[in-house]
């Protein structure tokens, strides 16, 4: 089983949607989770840190939940330029540790 | 600027010959790190190190290896002994003992 899981998808939305990622991750000594954005042939970008209280960068939200060992992230009101892979990580003993990404495509 | 810089973009070697890829950073970080990601894969944890003359073996070190001599640089070579190494390589840093990791432009290597 991979330490930290996501849905490959791609999850294919209209301009203007939310749409929600998850991931869930299987080291419970995980200290702090971010998610990266990496688009096509590009390198992983820093998009957010999530924090157990939530957070919120624009349309842009983040939240943990260390019970269920799950993450999300839920992007409101989808721009094209939204489209990329969103990669979920987990950071433990000093290491980052990257799910497989979610790729997302916004349509017009 | 700042930053992190990678060369080259893109490699092309035969089988069987050794290949270094370049991986510098002026952001005065302590860690640096190697990772390679394949095809609609996530990033997988070659080598690292922490400090200067210090380094660490990922999970897939198995065919490559790393020197540490400055703290700006962390050189990785592809051995003939890496059984698939076409892939692209991304090299990465963090200031010591944080967890943001900031990413170069990679190397996409293609061995012929």
């Known amino acids: 089983r991979k330490e930290v899981e996501q849905d490959p998808g791609p999850f294919n939305v209209p301009e203007g949607a939310t749409v929600a990622f998850n991931c869930t991750y299987s080291n419970s000594a995980s200290q702090s989770f971010f998610w990266y954005r990496q688009d096509c042939r590009k390198e992983p970008k820093l998009l957010m840190s999530?924090?157990?209280s939530g957070n919120e960068d624009g349309r842009f939200t983040a939240q943990l939940n260390r019970a269920s060992q799950y993450i999300s992230l839920l992007i409101r009101d989808s721009k094209l330029s939204d489209s990329a892979t969103y990669l979920c990580v987990g950071f433990a003993g000093n290491m980052l540790t990257f799910g497989g990404g979610t790729r997302l495509m916004v349509k017009p | 600027d700042g930053g992190i810089t990678q060369s080259p973009k893109y490699l092309f070697r035969k089988e069987g010959q050794n290949v270094t890829l370049s991986c510098e950073q002026n952001l005065n970080h302590d860690a640096m790190y190697w990772y390679r990601q394949d095809p609609g894969q996530g990033l997988r944890l070659i080598y690292y190190s922490q400090i200067v003359n210090d380094f660490q073996k990922g999970d897939i070190a198995e065919g490559y290896s790393v020197s540490r001599e400055k703290k700006e640089s962390f050189p990785l070579t592809v051995t003939s002994a890496q059984k698939n190494p076409t892939a692209f390589y991304l090299c990465?840093?963090?200031?010591?003992?944080?967890?943001?990791?900031?990413f170069g432009p990679g190397t996409r290597l293609t061995v012929l």
């Open positions: 990465a840093s963090s200031s010591s003992g944080a967890d943001t990791q900031y």
């Open positions: 999530v924090y157990s």
